[in-house]
């Protein structure tokens, strides 16, 4: 038998359900491996000690920022009980860790960010508390970008993640310890959040497979927000198959928590993976594959589409002409948002505050000063630029009117295809420090999964070859609304007929 | 144009008084507007706020619709157009009782667009309009007098649901705007949207005023805050008034301001000026949906309503021929209109029974600091009392003393309909009330009461009509009242003109 961190999620719940391996054998595995792997500065995200913590400085990917060995032990149990009973639930013993921006009643929640640290909710967001009523067991909570914001997972108060294939290379951001764990087999599964690409351009440059639900379809309760009209949950795993049925359990309507989720039942999205591709006709936008994109990650792109032709679907040329304005329309948009979600951390009911103020004025400024690291701060300041009174017309007015166009073109383009493929960023990863001080390249690299983003449409990355420096590289696939099947079809069938989705860091092809 | 602007407004040293107002009305919901906390007042310190009211990471908002009943309710009482979408905004500011940082509120389209509320000025009906009533949550509380060097936060009352009603700077005096005021209290008490509780704040007036030379244009307002009684209401904008002409006759600018209105002093004082007035930053929230209001929810709503007061009103004057006066004063609460329809539906003329209510039950009810739901004298009962003026059993003379016997009455409080005229009857014969109809008897009283005053008669000779009053008061008193003055009036001119 191979390790159980070799096992898809498939293959280990599989042989949980029928008892070969216990729920506590694999928490125990699995967290003997994420103890490895924890964050340079988990002990003040977690505030946990650094004993507990066993934490290997060298050759750590810095993915989890805290762990409860004991409530994750007594998940475990219980899940054993279950299957020893017969009551087992579909994902039972199987273990899952969660973005630090998910809400847990079990772990500290800090959305990767100094102004939360040791905090505790008194609730699990919905998207955790779903993946545990179908049994899975809760590993600990991951690192990421201070409150989802940032490419690179470079802007963790906690120390940034190193991409497990090259650790002098970034893991991609927002949700970039979700990416590493899972690449590196600390952990099955992972949630992430996307807003503008967090899902989606982390799991290409860790060589795992992800998948972002059409806006709504997983509840954002629980989900600390960053821009709320775009954030939306959904898993990180090695497999469409494996993230298929995780997104089956995350899904579903929750309407009396969040006003945006769409009141429609969780689908089997596992149901149509096996269909033919005979005709499917793929849309390719020739905006994605303009000057910009390096020559590795378009001759992978191009490698994965002749895959597709040779399972029978057909390419169509189609064109998305505001690609290039999602930029600027993403970055007026979600700072916008961003700068009124972070106000309620002011240091007055929770959270970080300042040690010493005169008056109420000094202790907003120094308790936000000093609790939000840069990216944050200057996302807040465009945020509260582009809304102020006389700027309000000409920059955010002018993005929403910008974002229906988006949304109309792809509707345009959804006429002459039925999924959209193309690459999830311009390169592979990039050197730790080598964009972290130029906030625009680094937005600039968003370029192919905001417009997704901006219309709320369903989007994964699969991965599809390696490029420059032995990276891995993804293939980035767009669905239209609720079409989530679909794309998981396409991704199930090409995983099928390539073995990217394989290889381990350590031991490339 | 409204009433209020094309009647000549009373002018203070030669300045016109113009008043709008801003009403902040919490609703009538069990739970908040965006969360499934309590709303009861008078709990202990943040007992009812749950995670979204004290806007814990990952909380989000949920729309409470029996709040957006409310305020569809408010629309139809007032004539205001319901917007079938309505969009919910954030106001961005810092302050301590404002758990996330921004308060929701509807900004650019709120849920009812126009309507108006009229009343009575003395006989005068004045028509306020109003420009909008928007959704909102309220804030919290902070408490500055209980410690020392520190604030207190209460946040029971974050996310309390609360309409605010606009009106347009129609009004022209302070009685004026405290009319206003006092009409709009009873509307929204009247539908039940609000319990117009001014003490505990779930109804909260700000005036904005300002003066002006008629025919000018507007003057710069100044805004108070927080008016939670009619009496300071009025007395702060008397003292806002007269401060704002002396500024301008002393060749002072006003400057836009908020000022709050101090009871003890009588004076208002400046809290802000425009000049820092925050930046607010509103955009439509994200986290919810444009609000919709569909046409069948509506008319759901509508269904669900008593007759609205100024429908009461209106029928009272078409279908029972009452001045317009009286019937708008009838329907100052439900409980008056009620006592009205009761008496008039047991056959007591609506005139009559108008008239009975506004003079002496209203009389004494104010006494007794009593309302018309705990009158000791039912409607029942007030109906079978005027049923016996109406069929000239009882002159009105004697109806007053009949009134005043059953107040005090025990055995004649609060009867039922079908107690009622038995009761009043018994009375009437026990007082020996009954009107005289017997013109024998009188014609005896008439002739003693002409002989007895020689000089009235040779003046009524003298043509003068006084003269004869005199006389017609001394057979009524003569008769103790029981006399029918109709016929009093026949007989006697009947008797003189034989002399």
Redesign the interface.
């Known amino acids: 038998m191979n390790a159980i961190h070799d096992l898809s999620l498939k293959a280990l719940c599989n042989a949980l359900q029928t008892q070969q391996l216990s729920a506590r054998e694999v928490a125990l595995h699995y967290l003997d491996r994420a103890r490895q792997h924890t964050s340079s500065q988990a002990h003040l995200a977690s505030g946990m000690a650094t004993t507990d913590l066993n934490k290997a400085d060298q050759g750590s990917c810095g993915a989890f920022l805290s762990l409860n060995e004991a409530h994750t032990l007594a998940q475990a149990d219980l899940s054993d009980q279950r299957l020893q009973t017969g009551q087992a639930r579909a994902l039972e013993g199987v273990p899952i860790a969660h973005k630090d921006i998910f809400v847990t009643q079990d772990f500290p929640t800090t959305a990767g960010s100094k102004i939360l640290a040791g905090y505790r909710s008194p609730f699990d967001a919905t998207v955790v508390r779903r993946l545990s009523d179908a049994g899975m067991v809760s590993l600990g909570k991951l690192n990421c970008d201070e409150f989802a914001m940032g490419s690179a997972n470079e802007n963790s108060a906690y120390g940034v993640v190193h991409n497990p294939w090259d650790m002098t290379r970034i893991a991609g951001g927002s949700s970039g310890g979700s990416a590493a764990a899972v690449a590196m087999g600390l952990t099955p599964a992972a949630t992430g959040t996307d807003t503008g690409g967090s899902i989606r351009q982390p799991a290409s440059f860790c060589g795992i497979t992800g998948i972002k639900p059409t806006y709504g379809r997983a509840s954002r309760y629980g989900m600390i927000a960053y821009a709320s009209s775009l954030d939306q949950a959904g898993p990180m795993a090695r497999t469409a198959e494996d993230c298929a049925t995780l997104l089956s359990a995350m899904c579903g309507p929750d309407i009396e928590r969040d006003s945006t989720s769409l009141d429609l039942p969780s689908e089997d999205f596992s149901a149509y993976l096996n269909n033919d591709l005979q005709g499917l006709r793929i849309g390719v936008p020739k905006e994605f594959f303009a000057k910009g994109l390096s020559d590795d990650v378009r001759q992978a792109t191009q490698s994965a589409l002749d895959a597709l032709v040779r399972l029978g679907c057909q390419l169509v040329d189609i064109e998305l002409p505001k690609t290039e304005l999602s930029i600027p329309v993403y970055y007026i948009l979600a700072p916008a948002e961003a700068s009124s979600n972070l106000s309620r951390f002011d240091g007055v009911k929770f959270g970080y505050r300042t040690k010493d103020y005169k008056d109420l004025d000094e202790m907003y400024q120094k308790t936000r000063s000093e609790g939000f690291g840069p990216e944050v701060q200057r996302r807040i300041m465009v945020g509260a630029y582009v809304l102020s009174h006389g700027y309000y017309d000409a920059y955010y007015v002018q993005a929403q009117k910008i974002r229906r166009m988006i949304s109309d073109d792809f509707q345009r383009a959804f006429s002459h295809c039925d999924v959209i493929a193309g690459p999830v960023a311009p390169t592979v990863a990039w050197k730790l420090g080598e964009k972290s001080n130029d906030p625009l390249s680094n937005y600039l690299a968003d370029i192919f999964t905001l417009p997704a983003s901006l219309a709320g449409l369903p989007g994964m990355s699969v991965p599809c070859g390696f490029g420059e420096g032995q990276m891995p590289v993804g293939l980035q696939l767009i669905g239209n609304y609720l079409k989530e099947s679909q794309l998981l079809n396409v991704a199930h069938r090409y995983q099928g007929v390539s073995d990217w989705h394989l290889q381990r860091p350590g031991s490339p092809a | 144009m409204s009433s209020a602007n094309t009647n000549a407004s009373p002018l203070i040293e030669g300045f016109e008084v113009v008043i709008g107002f801003e009403t902040h009305t919490q609703l009538t919901t069990q739970s908040k507007i965006f969360s499934r906390a309590s709303t009861a007042f008078g709990a202990e310190a943040n007992t009812q706020a749950c ?1 979204v009211d ?10 409470n619709k029996t709040a957006v009943e409310r305020a569809i309710e408010f629309g139809l009482a007032v004539g205001g157009e319901i917007s079938e979408r309505s969009i919910f905004a ?1 106001k ?1 500011y ?1 302050y ?1 009782d404002l ?4 308060q929701i509120s509807q900004f650019e389209i709120p849920v009812v667009v126009g309507g108006e509320v009229s009343f009575f000025l003395g006989d005068t009906q004045k028509t306020v309009r109003l420009v909008r009533a928007h959704l909102e949550e309220d804030a919290g509380k902070s408490l500055h007098e209980d410690f020392v060097n520190q604030s207190g ?1 209460d946040l029971n009352r974050a996310g309390t649901p609360l309409l605010e009603i606009v009106t347009e700077p129609d009004m022209r005096s302070s009685a004026e705007a405290v009319a206003y005021a006092k009409e709009l209290h009873k509307i929204v008490t009247w539908i039940g949207i609000c319990d117009g509780n001014m003490q505990e704040g779930s109804f909260r007036c700000d005036a904005n005023v300002s003066v002006r030379r008629p025919g000018e244009a507007l003057g710069t307002r100044r805004e108070i805050k927080n008016l939670n009684s009619f009496k300071f209401m009025q007395q702060a904008i008397d003292y806002e008034v007269r401060w704002q002409i002396e500024q301008i006759l002393d060749g002072h600018k006003i400057i836009q301001a908020t000022v709050l209105f101090n009871p003890e002093t009588g004076e208002t004082r400046s809290m802000r000026t425009k000049e820092d007035a925050a ?1 607010y ?3 439509p929230d ?4 444009p609000l919709e209001v569909s046409r069948a929810w509506v008319q759901e709503v509508k269904s669900r309503m008593g007759e609205l007061p100024r429908d009461k009103a209106a029928r009272f004057v078409s279908t029972l021929g009452l001045p317009q006066y009286d019937a708008s004063a009838l329907t100052q609460n439900q409980a008056m209109a009620n006592y009205f329809e009761q008496a008039v539906s047991l056959g007591a003329q609506a005139k009559l029974v108008s008239n009975w209510m506004m003079g002496e039950l209203s009389r004494r009810l104010n006494a007794a600091h009593l309302d018309f739901d705990s009158c000791p004298l039912s409607a029942p009962t007030l109906a079978a009392l005027i049923v016996r003026i109406m069929d000239s059993t009882l002159s009105n003379h004697s109806a007053k003393t009949l009134l005043e016997t059953l107040w005090d009455d025990e055995a004649s409080q609060g009867l039922e309909a079908s107690a009622a005229q038995t009761q009043v009857d018994k009375v009437i014969e026990r007082l020996g009330l009954k009107q005289m109809n017997d013109t024998s008897a009188l014609e005896g009283i008439i002739e003693q009461v002409i002989a007895a005053n020689p000089d009235n008669v040779a003046q009524i000779k003298a043509g003068k009509d006084k003269a004869f009053n005199a006389l017609v008061g001394q057979v009524m008193k003569a008769s103790k009242g029981k006399a029918n003055p109709k016929d009093v009036n026949d007989l006697l001119q009947a008797k003189l003109a034989t002399l």
């Open positions: 995670a004290l806007a814990l990471p990952g909380t989000l908002p949920v729309m954030r961005n810092f301590p758990p996330k940082g921004y936060i930046e930053r509103y955009f994200p986290d919810l949906p």
